[in-house]
């Protein structure tokens, strides 16, 4: 018998250098960025968040508010105050000095890369910033964002951005897309479907919120039937402001499908506020199998993100509000959990469910045998905490073997902070280049399918998975 | 005081060069095979399996159809037909095309790695399959096929197998082994006692299994120590035809020590079929109890497989039956669960319970810690979706600091595609040099020791493991 | 746009010197040692520990026990008899010639590291033990230990140790710590108080427990109030005793905040004997919750050791006792169980809650969010069976990214075996260079930051993180 043809040894040295030529080859590609949590309006009339240094990179990152909190630093410090006062806040220089003060608890952390990135990307400052240093940067950075071409628009083009697409509430206007659209500019920015205020019914502001879909879609919503219109309304008004996904979260992913009958028993105890947390699970669980459902017929591509206890603590929660660095991840089962949406509708292909998760523990045990069988699944980068140098790499490693690469759907960097999506694609594709690299030396792929497995990872994947072809 | 001995430090080029000599000196060693599901009439008179390259590759391997599923590829395309339906298959070429057209999907995956590596060390081929040369490819394995050298018997030696099982329904008659074990032939094919189908008692098909196995065992089987009485008798017999071990699988380990009269209680409730879900869960855990007693009194190693969601999709399930990659992984948790056998029987080295999950979780969690301290219990290879590159690397980091080597069993092959028999033990062996070349890099054990355990790990633990000395 | 600052690509080679450079600058720095369970006579008047080879290295540790008793080892051949006979034991001869014999079952283990590493450091022994040198490794080592300069207050300063704790039941006397404080020696020896005997409602001899709590406080204790006073009144003791620190001990990190009424009335059931498992859980997780508010008080840190299954065989325990090997890990979840502890305490940074964990899957997941966010929190290093060189890297990649290192407290080595603790600490600073210099060559940290950040990780951390300073 001849010898194995796939060795599995190899030289580092040489790994590295094959990694370096990788990632060189593709870091020209255009960036796709289908997931982001930026406010449109950046691109319609610029933005709030492009004021300062301090609102451009600290007050609204809660990446990096919880790490300065988690050292004792107030909120008010930070830039925030508390909701039901009018406290002065602290100025912008006062925010981007106590910042810089603290900046090395980022050593080492993925916002700290991002960061030093970013300033050096966009500012071509090369020093990390320190107490010392600190007015200076500001100033530095005042002097640039004061300049006409330093404008989303702009930084859209100079990012090399091809297409991208914000998160938007089920009952939004989309006035501002309808601004992009209408004007010249002419470079792609989409909505995306985010239904959860309408869809959970255990949330306090959900029978408001009902009435609003009303008022929006024009219809009296007053029973499931009409529910379910509604929602399928706004799905074609998304999709003809050029939407194409949608995006839902839970804290599990538990999923059903209830008969009529029942479903229309809770949907009427919901209207009239007398649900029971039972009643409130159940509905979402159907409602996610409804939106797959939906999916299917009108090929909007589904996002769920799983895992994430929002506002963990109720007192940050109360006085300062959501998105500021307290949600806590939680395990997640899928197996189980997702069986009665995939018995629906798991091998059917019109669906591309994909899915985000902050359990890395599903990675390998659930979520890539899922991928690597059911026609409709595909996989999500990794997600918040793990999109990091070394939560990459651990999604290659527990991933891949079992899902396969195409049933992944490549990168988007999921941010508010628009600064940070060029540092963010750059340390995906080095990743990438990092591990088709070993995969070379290893001898399980050879160097031609590495470079072309690299145009996938950096753009090819995300282009299809969303189906922007 | 002195400095330390070990330095934990290592330039990674001479460690590859370390790795690559342990692998060397141990890859012309026998391989042992002690679970496989090779159907053993392959040895008596070849097989359906070997007819041509799509059965050798294709249509039977649920690693292949999974991927090829995933993407969209029906199963007719794949050679399997609807179970209730005479619709004709896709010919042999046919699949083949399919298969190579879509190879690339299998990029960075064990399944492409074994392909190649059976293709190279079978028949000679170093292409990659793609489109255009799959049918060359098809005529080449198709004419090696043809040739009376290329035939189970001739490949066990060509593959330099020393033992081998498979694994048999408890209600097998084992003639196939029984024709090998008379023939001139001489190598062992041993069966395994698997009883599934004759515990699980919440199974639609129990009650009938039951008569078959009181038909097979000549006994009136009316009360749960006729039950008993006739799975000792089975375990005599397949002993007496060389069985070494027993299999048993589980989706959750919860095992129990019931009463006399609570387990005859459900056991009478299962004759008339009149079962709750706890009933069977009781009398799961119960029997799972009860064969660690029979191993502790016959010998019988006692192979115990946990963690799959058995046929997950109900429709694929249905149309096509099982085992076609719709098996799924759930969390598992071993430190409550298995605690009533460990308490009955964990002390006892009689007992050889050896251990193997889909949940890598578990790993340095509670399957070392309990295999490094019951002399019962030891852990076999990293299974499944984790027999794999980095799911043994994985492996070796996560279970040997707290195991220790000699807690583990070596590999086993698991598998009922035979070409893949020689790559998969070949790819344990290079991935087992890579770990111990650390270590001793490291400064943790000497090369002497790591030529020693390079031994172990490819030929003397599984042979141990499973009492095959 | 300007290139990304940061390269994620690296040399291995030049990584590899960087790493050593690292250890070498930062080998010299003292060791901070707040948690041991070392005997505290031991530095008042030597102890049986160190009477000889077998009683230093083998029978009191449950690392090197389990080992060879999973391999069919008797306790007696250990050194240890039944609790309820007079059997002779084995003499230390004996003990110390089978583990010679067997030594190779830690080959790759940490504690085959930490003995190699203790015996080249502290014996000036090269050979690895077996079973021919057995002998005489013993009559060199016992030589060794008759030396006058070979005793705990000695080894303490040749050891370079700064400043160490024991761990101390709540109702101990502290006559030992009493003792040290009152003689000439001058080196800090801390007791830590360890108040489970007195909160585990749910123990067998937790109603004594309460009269010696009593007895101990000269404090009448009828009603909660009464003992929560005599609580207080014993960490005062303990902190004039020179005590920084609190350590707890559960099995989940079950938290709540019971009413006055509700945990009066379940401490009077437990005064009677009448309690409910439901009960004692609840008092359990009302009492974690009480200990954060007394450490908000008097400002001893809090150290929480969570997910060991003690005396998990139920025989070992009934005839040998505990501690031998025979705790098993469970999985944890904190993101719940923890949250009404945090949404009380967790952002007081006036509260110092130190998180241990031995499921590892809570690291990336739950931990270093939570440490990363809440002012209150820092993780402990890595605990038990993950103290060692792959749990420490696994520790590293997974929780700093998230948590941030500042979060974090350095190393403690946690260990009962005196001789252990040089090698424990110098293992941790090895395995942190390794990290460090990773972070310096892929560009996230500069050099001069990784030697900052090793001082912190091999002292200053610990220093802070138990307010040392």
Redesign the interface.
Known sequence: ?????????????AC?KT??GL?ESASDLPLICPHTHLDPWLFVDGSEAFKDPASLFVTPDHYVL??L????ISFTALGHSPLDSDKRKATPQAVWQVFCDHF???????T??WI??A????F?I?E?PHAENAQALFSHIQSVIDCADFCPQKLYQ???IEDLSTTDAALESLDAHRAIRESSWGQPVRPTFRPDQVIDIGHPEWRENIDSLSRVCDLDIGDFCSYIQALEQRRVYFKAMGAVATDLGAEIPFTCCLSDDRVEAIFQRGLVQKLTSADARLFKGHMITEMARMSVEDGLVMQFHVGA?RN?????FRTYGPDL???????V?W??NL?PL??AF??D?RLRLILFT????GY???L????????A?KLGPPWW??D????MM?YF??V???A????TVGFNDDTRAFLSI??RH??WR??S??WLAK?VH?G???IA?AHN?MVDLAYGLVKRGYRLV
Chains 1, 2, 3 share one sequence.
Do not use: C, W
Not at 3 to 10: G, Q
Not at 119 to 122: G, T
Not at 325 to 331: K, N
Not at 404 to 407: A, H, K, R, S, V
């Open positions: 018998m001849k010898k194995a043809k796939i060795s599995m040894f190899y030289p580092e040295e590295h990694a370096m990632f919880r790490m909190i988690s050292h004792g090395s608890l980022f050593d080492g952390t993925p700290g890369l030093e990135n300033l050096a990307m966009v071509e090369d990390k100079a990012f090399n206890f963990h603590n109720p007192t940050v660095g307290f949600d806590i991840p939680v395990a089962e197996t189980h069986k995939l018995d798991g091998m292909e902050l359990d890395e523990s390998a045990r659930e890539a045998p899922i991928a690597g069988a059911y026609p699944v905490f793990h990091s140098p070394n939560g651990r490693e527990a891949m073997e079992t396969g690469i195409d049933n060029p540092t750059d340390l080095r990743m280049a990092h995969l290893r399980q792929i050879d399918t497995r």
